[in-house]
Protein backbone atom coordinates (compact mmCIF):
# COMPACT_ATOMS: atom_id res chain seq x y z
CA UNK A 1 0.00 0.00 0.00
CA UNK A 2 1.61 3.19 -0.94
CA UNK A 3 1.90 5.92 1.38
CA UNK A 4 -0.42 8.57 -0.39
CA UNK A 5 -3.53 5.90 -0.08
CA UNK A 6 -2.47 5.81 3.65
CA UNK A 7 -3.81 9.17 4.10
CA UNK A 8 -6.54 9.30 1.96
CA UNK A 9 -7.90 6.34 4.30
CA UNK A 10 -7.01 8.44 7.14
CA UNK A 11 -8.84 10.94 5.85
CA UNK A 12 -11.49 9.35 4.41
CA UNK A 13 -12.07 8.00 7.95
CA UNK A 14 -11.25 10.45 10.59
CA UNK A 15 -14.08 10.12 12.73
CA UNK A 16 -12.91 9.59 16.17
CA UNK A 17 -9.11 10.61 16.12
CA UNK A 18 -7.43 12.56 18.97
CA UNK A 19 -8.17 15.75 17.43
CA UNK A 20 -11.85 15.39 16.76
CA UNK A 21 -13.42 17.66 19.77
CA UNK A 22 -11.19 20.24 17.93
CA UNK A 23 -11.74 19.61 14.36
CA UNK A 24 -15.53 19.27 15.06
CA UNK A 25 -15.92 22.82 15.60
CA UNK A 26 -12.79 24.35 12.80
CA UNK A 27 -13.84 21.93 10.06
CA UNK A 28 -16.68 19.56 10.54
CA UNK A 29 -16.56 15.95 8.84
CA UNK A 30 -18.13 16.82 6.03
CA UNK A 31 -19.13 12.78 4.83
CA UNK A 32 -21.00 12.57 7.90
CA UNK A 33 -22.38 15.62 8.14
CA UNK A 34 -24.07 15.26 4.57
CA UNK A 35 -25.01 11.18 5.73
CA UNK A 36 -26.99 12.29 8.80
CA UNK A 37 -28.71 15.57 6.66
CA UNK A 38 -29.78 13.42 4.60
CA UNK A 39 -30.72 10.21 6.66
CA UNK A 40 -33.11 12.65 9.21
CA UNK A 41 -34.79 14.22 6.40
CA UNK A 42 -35.88 11.26 4.90
CA UNK A 43 -39.43 10.14 5.61
CA UNK A 44 -38.30 7.13 8.19
CA UNK A 45 -35.52 9.31 9.95
CA UNK A 46 -32.08 6.69 9.78
CA UNK A 47 -28.16 7.07 11.02
CA UNK A 48 -25.96 4.50 9.49
CA UNK A 49 -25.06 2.07 11.82
CA UNK A 50 -21.11 2.98 10.91
CA UNK A 51 -21.89 5.52 13.50
CA UNK A 52 -21.98 3.48 16.66
CA UNK A 53 -18.36 3.04 16.54
CA UNK A 54 -16.07 5.53 18.38
CA UNK A 55 -13.91 4.03 20.92
CA UNK A 56 -16.24 3.78 23.37
CA UNK A 57 -19.10 2.52 20.79
CA UNK A 58 -16.26 -0.84 19.93
CA UNK A 59 -15.83 -1.48 23.45
CA UNK A 60 -19.20 -1.40 23.75
CA UNK A 61 -19.66 -3.44 21.26
CA UNK A 62 -17.02 -6.25 23.00
CA UNK A 63 -20.01 -6.03 25.77
CA UNK A 64 -22.63 -7.07 23.56
CA UNK A 65 -20.61 -10.50 22.43
CA UNK A 66 -20.25 -11.19 25.94
CA UNK A 67 -23.88 -11.14 26.59
CA UNK A 68 -25.69 -14.36 27.78
CA UNK A 69 -28.13 -13.38 25.04
CA UNK A 70 -25.67 -12.91 22.23
CA UNK A 71 -25.75 -15.93 20.85
CA UNK A 72 -23.64 -15.09 17.24
CA UNK A 73 -19.85 -14.18 18.59
CA UNK A 74 -19.61 -17.50 20.64
CA UNK A 75 -21.34 -19.82 18.09
CA UNK A 76 -18.94 -18.13 14.81
CA UNK A 77 -15.99 -18.75 17.59
CA UNK A 78 -16.50 -22.66 17.92
CA UNK A 79 -17.13 -22.84 14.00
CA UNK A 80 -13.20 -21.21 13.80
CA UNK A 81 -12.14 -23.10 16.15
CA UNK A 82 -13.44 -26.55 14.50
CA UNK A 83 -12.20 -25.64 11.48
CA UNK A 84 -9.35 -23.38 10.82
CA UNK A 85 -6.55 -25.30 11.81
CA UNK A 86 -8.23 -27.49 8.78
CA UNK A 87 -9.36 -24.91 6.41
CA UNK A 88 -6.60 -22.75 6.37
CA UNK A 89 -3.68 -25.16 5.54
CA UNK A 90 -5.43 -26.37 2.67
CA UNK A 91 -5.90 -22.94 1.58
CA UNK A 92 -2.35 -21.89 1.97
CA UNK A 93 -3.21 -18.59 3.51
CA UNK A 94 -0.19 -16.48 3.76
CA UNK A 95 -2.45 -13.26 4.12
CA UNK A 96 -5.29 -12.08 5.86
CA UNK A 97 -7.34 -9.12 4.96
CA UNK A 98 -9.88 -8.76 7.57
CA UNK A 99 -13.10 -6.36 7.09
CA UNK A 100 -14.38 -4.51 9.94
CA UNK A 101 -12.20 -6.25 12.42
CA UNK A 102 -12.61 -4.62 16.01
CA UNK A 103 -10.85 -6.60 18.57
CA UNK A 104 -9.83 -9.40 16.25
CA UNK A 105 -10.47 -11.74 18.79
CA UNK A 106 -11.56 -14.13 16.79
CA UNK A 107 -9.40 -13.80 14.02
CA UNK A 108 -6.81 -14.96 16.21
CA UNK A 109 -7.74 -18.19 15.85
CA UNK A 110 -7.23 -17.69 11.91
CA UNK A 111 -3.51 -16.44 12.43
CA UNK A 112 -2.82 -19.04 14.85
CA UNK A 113 -3.54 -21.88 12.62
CA UNK A 114 -1.49 -19.93 9.77
CA UNK A 115 1.65 -19.40 12.32
CA UNK A 116 1.00 -23.33 13.19
CA UNK A 117 1.11 -23.89 9.40
CA UNK A 118 3.81 -21.71 8.90
CA UNK A 119 2.33 -19.23 6.32
CA UNK A 120 1.57 -16.17 8.42
CA UNK A 121 2.60 -13.48 6.53
CA UNK A 122 0.51 -10.27 6.82
CA UNK A 123 -2.66 -9.39 8.70
CA UNK A 124 -4.71 -6.43 7.27
CA UNK A 125 -7.27 -5.48 9.58
CA UNK A 126 -9.64 -2.52 8.24
CA UNK A 127 -12.02 -0.99 10.16
CA UNK A 128 -13.84 2.72 10.82
CA UNK A 129 -13.05 2.99 14.30
CA UNK A 130 -9.54 4.54 14.44
CA UNK A 131 -7.94 4.32 17.86
CA UNK A 132 -10.10 1.01 18.58
CA UNK A 133 -7.74 -0.59 15.51
CA UNK A 134 -4.68 0.71 16.23
CA UNK A 135 -5.25 -0.52 19.71
CA UNK A 136 -5.67 -4.51 18.32
CA UNK A 137 -2.82 -4.11 16.02
CA UNK A 138 -0.26 -3.03 18.65
CA UNK A 139 -1.54 -6.01 21.00
CA UNK A 140 -1.52 -8.20 17.66
CA UNK A 141 2.14 -7.12 16.83
CA UNK A 142 3.02 -8.31 20.41
CA UNK A 143 1.28 -11.89 20.38
CA UNK A 144 2.43 -12.79 16.79
CA UNK A 145 6.22 -11.51 16.57
CA UNK A 146 6.76 -12.67 13.12
CA UNK A 147 3.50 -11.12 11.53
CA UNK A 148 3.40 -8.05 9.44
CA UNK A 149 0.33 -5.75 10.64
CA UNK A 150 -0.65 -3.35 8.63
CA UNK A 151 -4.28 -1.84 9.95
CA UNK A 152 -5.90 -0.05 7.66
CA UNK A 153 -8.48 3.01 8.50
CA UNK A 154 -11.09 2.83 6.29
CA UNK A 155 -15.09 3.11 5.66
CA UNK A 156 -15.57 -0.58 3.79
CA UNK A 157 -19.03 0.86 2.48
CA UNK A 158 -17.27 3.08 -0.09
CA UNK A 159 -14.01 2.08 -0.91
CA UNK A 160 -11.67 -1.15 -0.64
CA UNK A 161 -8.52 -1.07 -1.79
CA UNK A 162 -6.00 -4.13 -2.13
CA UNK A 163 -2.60 -3.80 -0.43
CA UNK A 164 0.07 -3.58 -2.92
CA UNK A 165 2.58 -6.69 -2.63
CA UNK A 166 -0.14 -8.73 -1.28
CA UNK A 167 1.05 -12.39 -0.93
CA UNK A 168 -1.27 -14.99 -2.11
CA UNK A 169 -3.08 -16.92 -1.30
CA UNK A 170 -5.04 -14.09 0.31
CA UNK A 171 -7.83 -14.97 2.74
CA UNK A 172 -10.61 -11.91 2.88
CA UNK A 173 -12.58 -12.19 5.91
CA UNK A 174 -15.74 -10.38 7.01
CA UNK A 175 -16.82 -12.28 10.47
CA UNK A 176 -19.14 -11.77 13.06
CA UNK A 177 -22.27 -11.46 10.58
CA UNK A 178 -21.23 -7.84 9.72
CA UNK A 179 -22.66 -7.92 6.30
CA UNK A 180 -26.28 -8.01 7.45
CA UNK A 181 -25.89 -4.39 8.64
CA UNK A 182 -25.70 -3.55 5.11
CA UNK A 183 -28.71 -2.86 2.83
CA UNK A 184 -28.45 -5.84 0.27
CA UNK A 185 -27.68 -3.57 -2.37
CA UNK A 186 -25.03 -2.03 -0.31
CA UNK A 187 -24.19 -5.88 0.53
CA UNK A 188 -23.75 -6.73 -3.18
CA UNK A 189 -21.79 -3.62 -3.98
CA UNK A 190 -19.28 -4.44 -0.81
CA UNK A 191 -18.99 -8.31 -2.12
CA UNK A 192 -18.13 -6.82 -5.67
CA UNK A 193 -15.53 -4.89 -4.11
CA UNK A 194 -13.51 -7.83 -2.29
CA UNK A 195 -14.24 -9.86 -5.11
CA UNK A 196 -12.57 -6.81 -8.12
CA UNK A 197 -9.69 -7.08 -5.12
CA UNK A 198 -9.28 -11.35 -5.30
CA UNK A 199 -7.22 -13.40 -7.69
CA UNK A 200 -7.86 -16.64 -8.45
CA UNK A 201 -6.30 -18.60 -5.44
CA UNK A 202 -7.59 -16.34 -2.45
CA UNK A 203 -11.33 -16.75 -0.82
CA UNK A 204 -13.57 -15.33 1.11
CA UNK A 205 -14.40 -16.17 4.71
CA UNK A 206 -17.59 -14.68 5.45
CA UNK A 207 -19.81 -15.13 8.58
CA UNK A 208 -23.52 -15.06 8.55
CA UNK A 209 -26.28 -14.93 11.32
CA UNK A 210 -28.95 -17.31 10.42
CA UNK A 211 -33.09 -17.17 10.04
CA UNK A 212 -34.64 -19.15 13.34
CA UNK A 213 -36.53 -18.69 15.98
CA UNK A 214 -37.65 -15.00 16.57
CA UNK A 215 -37.66 -14.46 19.80
CA UNK A 216 -34.24 -16.27 20.00
CA UNK A 217 -33.39 -13.16 17.42
CA UNK A 218 -35.48 -10.86 19.59
CA UNK A 219 -33.54 -11.44 22.72
CA UNK A 220 -30.15 -11.15 21.27
CA UNK A 221 -30.88 -7.21 20.65
CA UNK A 222 -33.34 -6.53 23.63
CA UNK A 223 -30.66 -7.98 26.50
CA UNK A 224 -31.37 -7.42 30.04
CA UNK A 225 -28.74 -5.62 31.01
CA UNK A 226 -29.26 -2.61 28.72
CA UNK A 227 -25.81 -2.90 26.69
CA UNK A 228 -27.12 -3.13 23.56
CA UNK A 229 -29.33 -0.19 24.55
CA UNK A 230 -26.30 1.67 26.08
CA UNK A 231 -24.67 0.75 22.11
CA UNK A 232 -27.84 2.07 20.44
CA UNK A 233 -27.46 5.29 21.82
CA UNK A 234 -24.25 6.11 21.80
CA UNK A 235 -24.43 6.97 18.38
CA UNK A 236 -25.89 10.28 19.38
CA UNK A 237 -22.45 10.91 21.70
CA UNK A 238 -20.67 10.36 18.58
CA UNK A 239 -23.49 13.21 16.73
CA UNK A 240 -22.59 15.33 19.68
CA UNK A 241 -18.70 15.02 19.61
CA UNK A 242 -18.15 14.73 16.40
CA UNK A 243 -21.02 17.66 14.92
CA UNK A 244 -21.39 19.22 17.73
CA UNK A 245 -25.02 18.87 17.90
CA UNK A 246 -27.32 18.39 21.20
CA UNK A 247 -28.97 15.31 20.97
CA UNK A 248 -30.19 14.30 25.01
CA UNK A 249 -29.25 10.42 24.80
CA UNK A 250 -31.37 9.87 28.06
CA UNK A 251 -34.47 11.43 26.01
CA UNK A 252 -34.31 8.38 23.38
CA UNK A 253 -35.71 4.34 24.57
CA UNK A 254 -34.00 1.66 22.44
CA UNK A 255 -36.02 -0.38 20.04
CA UNK A 256 -35.41 -3.78 18.79
CA UNK A 257 -37.56 -5.94 16.61
CA UNK A 258 -37.61 -8.60 14.18
CA UNK A 259 -39.24 -7.82 10.53
CA UNK A 260 -40.57 -11.22 9.47
CA UNK A 261 -40.90 -9.79 5.71
CA UNK A 262 -37.10 -8.65 5.30
CA UNK A 263 -35.35 -11.39 7.41
CA UNK A 264 -33.74 -8.62 9.33
CA UNK A 265 -33.78 -6.85 12.91
CA UNK A 266 -34.22 -3.18 12.73
CA UNK A 267 -32.88 -1.41 15.65
CA UNK A 268 -34.36 2.36 16.69
CA UNK A 269 -34.07 5.41 18.93
CA UNK A 270 -37.31 6.67 20.02
CA UNK A 271 -38.38 9.85 22.19
CA UNK A 272 -40.83 10.07 24.55
CA UNK A 273 -41.16 13.40 24.73
CA UNK A 274 -40.59 15.67 21.78
CA UNK A 275 -37.28 16.79 20.63
CA UNK A 276 -35.55 20.06 18.76
CA UNK A 277 -32.28 19.23 18.20
CA UNK A 278 -30.00 21.56 17.14
CA UNK A 279 -27.20 20.16 14.58
CA UNK A 280 -24.84 22.92 13.34
CA UNK A 281 -24.60 22.56 9.61
CA UNK A 282 -27.88 21.22 9.48
CA UNK A 283 -30.10 23.21 11.34
CA UNK A 284 -33.25 22.62 14.33
CA UNK A 285 -34.53 18.77 13.51
CA UNK A 286 -37.38 17.86 15.19
CA UNK A 287 -38.98 14.73 16.43
CA UNK A 288 -42.46 14.21 17.55
CA UNK A 289 -43.03 12.39 20.52
CA UNK A 290 -42.90 8.47 19.70
CA UNK A 291 -40.88 9.28 16.22
CA UNK A 292 -38.64 6.39 15.70
CA UNK A 293 -35.25 7.05 14.08
CA UNK A 294 -33.88 3.74 12.46
CA UNK A 295 -29.91 3.14 13.49
CA UNK A 296 -29.30 -0.59 12.34
CA UNK A 297 -30.57 -3.18 10.07
CA UNK A 298 -29.17 -6.90 10.94
CA UNK A 299 -30.10 -8.85 7.97
CA UNK A 300 -30.46 -12.57 8.83
CA UNK A 301 -29.51 -15.47 6.25
CA UNK A 302 -29.85 -18.49 5.00
CA UNK A 303 -28.30 -20.35 2.07
CA UNK A 304 -30.58 -19.36 -0.56
CA UNK A 305 -30.31 -15.27 0.37
CA UNK A 306 -26.28 -15.71 0.68
CA UNK A 307 -25.96 -17.55 -2.81
CA UNK A 308 -28.47 -14.62 -4.18
CA UNK A 309 -25.42 -11.87 -2.68
CA UNK A 310 -22.34 -14.20 -3.78
CA UNK A 311 -24.15 -14.28 -7.86
CA UNK A 312 -24.64 -10.91 -7.70
CA UNK A 313 -21.41 -9.78 -6.51
CA UNK A 314 -19.60 -12.45 -9.22
CA UNK A 315 -19.15 -14.49 -6.28
CA UNK A 316 -19.80 -18.31 -5.53
CA UNK A 317 -20.26 -20.76 -2.27
CA UNK A 318 -17.48 -22.60 -2.10
CA UNK A 319 -18.10 -24.22 1.29
CA UNK A 320 -21.58 -23.67 3.73
CA UNK A 321 -20.65 -24.82 6.92
CA UNK A 322 -23.63 -23.82 9.94
CA UNK A 323 -22.74 -24.60 13.22
CA UNK A 324 -25.11 -27.54 14.47
CA UNK A 325 -27.94 -26.12 15.90
CA UNK A 326 -28.34 -23.51 12.90
CA UNK A 327 -27.94 -20.16 14.66
CA UNK A 328 -24.63 -19.37 12.27
CA UNK A 329 -23.01 -20.15 9.28
CA UNK A 330 -19.23 -19.57 7.94
CA UNK A 331 -19.21 -19.35 4.28
CA UNK A 332 -15.99 -19.77 2.17
CA UNK A 333 -16.81 -17.41 -1.52
CA UNK A 334 -14.28 -18.18 -4.61
CA UNK A 335 -14.76 -16.49 -7.68
CA UNK A 336 -17.29 -17.75 -10.17
N1 LIG B 1 -15.41 -8.54 13.31
C1 LIG B 1 -15.64 -8.33 14.73
C2 LIG B 1 -16.33 -6.97 14.99
C3 LIG B 1 -17.75 -6.88 14.50
S1 LIG B 1 -18.49 -5.34 15.01
C4 LIG B 1 -16.45 -9.47 15.28
O1 LIG B 1 -16.87 -10.32 14.50
O2 LIG B 1 -16.67 -9.50 16.49
C5 LIG B 1 -18.48 -4.50 13.47
C6 LIG B 1 -17.12 -3.89 13.19
O3 LIG B 1 -17.15 -3.33 11.88
C7 LIG B 1 -16.75 -2.77 14.14
O4 LIG B 1 -15.42 -2.92 14.56
C8 LIG B 1 -16.97 -1.50 13.32
O5 LIG B 1 -16.12 -0.45 13.71
C9 LIG B 1 -16.70 -1.99 11.92
N2 LIG B 1 -17.45 -1.27 10.89
C10 LIG B 1 -18.78 -1.03 10.86
N3 LIG B 1 -19.11 -0.35 9.74
C11 LIG B 1 -17.95 -0.15 9.05
C12 LIG B 1 -17.62 0.49 7.83
N4 LIG B 1 -18.56 1.08 7.09
N5 LIG B 1 -16.32 0.49 7.45
C13 LIG B 1 -15.35 -0.11 8.20
N6 LIG B 1 -15.61 -0.72 9.37
C14 LIG B 1 -16.89 -0.75 9.80
C1 LIG C 1 -21.72 -5.94 14.15
N1 LIG C 1 -23.04 -6.50 13.95
C2 LIG C 1 -22.98 -7.79 13.23
C3 LIG C 1 -23.87 -6.58 15.15
C4 LIG C 1 -25.23 -7.23 14.82
O1 LIG C 1 -25.60 -8.17 15.55
O2 LIG C 1 -25.87 -6.85 13.85
C5 LIG C 1 -24.10 -5.20 15.75
C6 LIG C 1 -25.06 -5.24 16.90
N2 LIG C 1 -26.11 -4.48 17.02
C7 LIG C 1 -26.72 -4.77 18.15
N3 LIG C 1 -26.10 -5.72 18.75
C8 LIG C 1 -25.00 -6.04 18.01
Given at each position: ???S????????????R??A???AY???N?R??A??????S???????????Y?HR?????E??T????Y???R??R??L??????L?P????R??????A?SA?????I??A????G?????V????S?S???????????E???????P?????????E??R???????Y?????????????A??????????A??A??????GV????????I?A?Y????G?T???????LL??????G?????S????L?F?????H?????L???T????RIPG????S?AA??S???E?S??????????L????G?????????????F?L?VG???
Amino acid sequence: MTESSRTKWARIAGAERPDAAMRAYRRPNLRMLAEVAAGLSAPQKELPPKYFYDHRGSELFEEITRLPEYYPTRTERALLAAWMPELVPQLGTRALIELGAGSAEKSRIILSAMQEAGTADLYVPIDVSASFLNQTASRLRREYPGLAVEPVVADISEELERPRGLPHPALYAFLGGTIGNFYPPAAIRLLSRVRVAMEARDRLLLGVDLRKDVNRIEAAYNDSQGVTAAFNRNMLLVLNHELGSDFDPSAFEHLAFYEPRTHRIEMHLVPSTAQEVRIPGIGVVSFAAGESMRTEISCKHDRGSVAALFAAAGLRIEIWKPDPDALFALVVGALV
